[in-house]
């Protein structure tokens, strides 16, 4: 009778086990998230464990039901509530305290049952008998809230080498989970690998074990396994592990890393905040100036995600009215028609303001239409150098000629010192605004120096265009 009873909990025990609290989620939830238990598992326990395990079971399954058990655990539920709505670190620490205090008070309210748990666990012989005391330990965990001991039994079912094989990745996860919860990293790295070398993707899976290298100062390698989840899943990524991805990488100082997951943003969240988002962390972690910025303040224009006066003053300066009258002449009326800038708005510190800067880009203009035709000839010259070709091509390129700036940047490439990363980009630019978007692409995939980053952007935008986006 002893044995057909144990036989029947023992069944219970694995069902509950599979998928304990980790970070909040209950045995009672994690049903919902395991395969189906296999039906009947033969086990072969002890007799000495048998009678070791009875009392423990019998002691866990009436105190999950004591009201003092009850009240204390929703005195704790209550103080985690605290900890998680609290923002300044004074009232977290305070809260977080008061929550400790809270479950050592409901683990000494257990501490009868929990002795009965120990000494059934001593008792354990065989391997079944191991599998088995791990679930009585995961069982006393999620009652006492216990994270330590629940860690404990996952580890001891694992080791029993019992486990049926549909539900080793799920306990790993959780294992690794756990091990997060207590700050025990190394730990989570392995155990959540494992789990997702075992195939187990579900419950965010990729991004915690990215996470686990993150939040143990891996940097390079935690955003790595980022990214690469990021690429498996594309636009099934929830959008903030690449917000989380950005964040580490550009608060760490890391170029290469926030080059990558910003374009990860724009290419699976491509909106016109992730846009504004993509392109600042870009421009600000490669310290780009200049001809780099404004390539990537046309960017700007094109997807919409200009967001105070700063990037419109930023685009008139570096286009230069002088230079290039007539795209400044377009973003001075496209800032002013948005209410975001007027002839008032200050440029520098010397007087200069948008309206005088316009007014010197109309005067420019005239004489600036009248040079196309001399500066094509003499970028068609035999004895035309590398900077009178590009400077024609950057021209027709201001004024929209998008065909004859392709042709000048084709010609500046033949040219000896000629700057190719700067060349190509903008003759990708140009085959991009004639709709040609797998040459442009090809043509960006080109740029190799400083400004790959830049080319990487628009290489993201010129795919979402060729997809109709």
Same mark, same amino acid.
């Given at each position: 009778?002893?044995?057909?009873?144990?036989?029947?909990?023992?069944?219970?025990?694995?069902?509950?086990?599979?998928?304990?609290?980790?970070?909040?989620?209950?045995?009672?939830?994690?049903?919902?998230?395991?395969?189906?238990?296999?039906?009947?598992? $033969?086990?072969?326990?002890?007799? &000495?464990?048998?009678?070791?395990?009875?009392?423990?079971?019998?002691?866990?399954?009436?105190?999950?039901?004591?009201? /003092?058990?009850?009240?204390?655990?929703?005195?704790? $539920?209550?103080?985690? !509530?605290?900890?998680?709505?609290?923002?300044?670190?004074?009232? &977290?620490?305070?809260?977080?305290?008061?929550?400790?205090?809270?479950?050592? @008070?409901?683990?000494?309210?257990? %501490?009868?049952?929990?002795?009965?748990?120990?000494?059934?666990?001593?008792?354990?012989?065989?391997? /079944?008998?191991?599998?088995? #005391?791990? !679930?009585?330990?995961?069982?006393?965990?999620?009652?006492?809230?216990?994270?330590?001991?629940?860690?404990?039994?996952?580890?001891?079912?694992?080791? #029993?080498?019992?486990?049926?094989?549909?539900?080793?990745?799920?306990?790993?996860?959780?294992?690794?989970?756990?091990?997060?919860?207590?700050?025990?990293?190394?730990?989570?790295?392995?155990?959540?690998?494992?789990?997702? /070398?075992?195939?187990?993707?579900? *419950?965010? %899976?990729?991004?915690?074990?990215?996470?686990?290298?993150?939040?143990? &100062?891996?940097?390079?390698?935690?955003?790595?396994?980022?990214?690469?989840?990021?690429?498996?899943?594309?636009?099934?990524?929830?959008? +903030?592990?690449?917000?989380?991805?950005?964040?580490?990488?550009?608060?760490?100082?890391?170029?290469?890393?926030?080059?990558?997951?910003?374009?990860?943003?724009?290419?699976?969240?491509?909106?016109?905040?992730?846009? /504004?988002? @993509?392109?600042?962390?870009?421009?600000?972690?490669?310290?780009?100036?200049?001809?780099?910025?404004?390539?990537?303040?046309?960017?700007?224009?094109?997807?919409?995600?200009?967001? *105070?006066?700063?990037?419109?003053?930023?685009?008139?300066?570096?286009?230069?009215? &002088?230079?290039?009258?007539?795209?400044?002449?377009?973003?001075?009326?496209?800032?002013? =028609?948005?209410?975001?800038?007027?002839?008032?708005?200050?440029?520098?510190?010397?007087?200069?303001?948008?309206?005088?800067? !316009?007014?010197?880009?109309?005067?420019?203009?005239?004489?600036?239409?009248?040079?196309?035709?001399?500066?094509?000839?003499?970028?068609?010259?035999?004895?035309?150098?590398?900077?009178?070709?590009?400077?024609? =091509?950057?021209?027709?390129?201001?004024?929209?000629?998008?065909?004859?700036?392709?042709?000048?940047?084709?010609?500046?490439?033949?040219?000896?010192?000629?700057?190719?990363?700067?060349?190509?980009?903008?003759?990708?630019? @140009?085959?991009?605004?004639?709709?040609?978007?797998?040459? =442009?692409?090809?043509?960006?995939?080109?740029?190799?120096?400083?400004?790959?980053?830049?080319?990487?952007?628009?290489?993201? +935008?010129?795919?979402?265009?060729?997809?109709?986006?």
């Amino acid at each position: 009778m002893v044995r057909a009873k144990f036989f029947a909990r023992t069944a219970l025990a694995l069902t509950l086990s599979l998928g304990v609290a980790a970070g909040g989620f209950s045995a009672a939830e994690a049903k919902d998230k395991k395969p189906a238990a296999p039906a009947a598992p $033969a086990y072969k326990p002890t007799e &000495k464990f048998v009678k070791a395990y009875v009392p423990a079971a019998k002691a866990l399954e009436t105190a999950v039901k004591r009201p /003092d058990v009850l009240a204390q655990r929703q005195k704790v $539920a209550e103080a985690a !509530q605290r900890v998680n709505s609290a923002s300044a670190k004074p009232a &977290k620490d305070a809260a977080l305290a008061d929550m400790n205090a809270q479950i050592t @008070a409901l683990q000494g309210m257990l %501490a009868p049952e929990k002795a009965l748990v120990d000494a059934a666990v001593a008792s354990a012989g065989n391997p /079944d008998d191991k599998l088995i #005391s791990g !679930q009585l330990l995961v069982n006393y965990g999620n009652i006492a809230i216990d994270k330590n001991t629940q860690k404990l039994g996952l580890q001891m079912q694992l080791d #029993s080498g019992k486990l049926p094989a549909e539900t080793v990745p799920l306990v790993h996860f959780t294992l690794g989970r756990l091990a997060m919860d207590v700050k025990d990293y190394p730990t989570a790295q392995r155990e959540i690998k494992l789990a997702v /070398d075992g195939g187990y993707t579900k *419950d965010e %899976a990729e991004f915690f074990l990215a996470n686990s290298y993150l939040l143990d &100062k891996q940097l390079p390698l935690g955003l790595k396994l980022l990214h690469d989840a990021i690429v498996r899943n594309g636009t099934a990524t929830p959008e +903030y592990w690449i917000d989380n991805g950005v964040v580490q990488a550009f608060n760490n100082k890391m170029p290469a890393e926030t080059n990558l997951l910003a374009a990860d943003l724009v290419t699976n969240y491509p909106s016109k905040q992730n846009w /504004d988002r @993509a392109i600042f962390t870009i421009t600000t972690i490669n310290k780009y100036n200049g001809q780099e910025k404004l390539d990537l303040l046309r960017l700007r224009d094109r997807t919409n995600s200009f967001q *105070d006066e700063t990037d419109y003053i930023d685009y008139i300066v570096y286009a230069d009215p &002088k230079r290039l009258p007539a795209e400044v002449l377009r973003i001075i009326d496209q800032g002013t =028609a948005a209410g975001v800038i007027s002839a008032s708005t200050p440029i520098d510190s010397l007087g200069n303001t948008v309206g005088k800067l !316009q007014l010197q880009a109309k005067g420019r203009l005239a004489e600036d239409n009248n040079l196309l035709v001399v500066q094509e000839k003499d970028a068609r010259g035999p004895k035309a150098d590398a900077a009178t070709v590009v400077g024609a =091509a950057d021209t027709f390129l201001s004024h929209a000629m998008y065909p004859k700036a392709e042709e000048m940047y084709r010609l500046a490439l033949t040219k000896t010192g000629v700057d190719a990363g700067r060349v190509n980009l903008r003759l990708g630019i @140009a085959l991009l605004s004639q709709g040609k978007f797998a040459e =442009a692409i090809d043509v960006f995939g080109q740029v190799k120096d400083n400004r790959a980053p830049i080319a990487n952007l628009w290489v993201v +935008y010129a795919k979402q265009k060729m997809a109709g986006k």
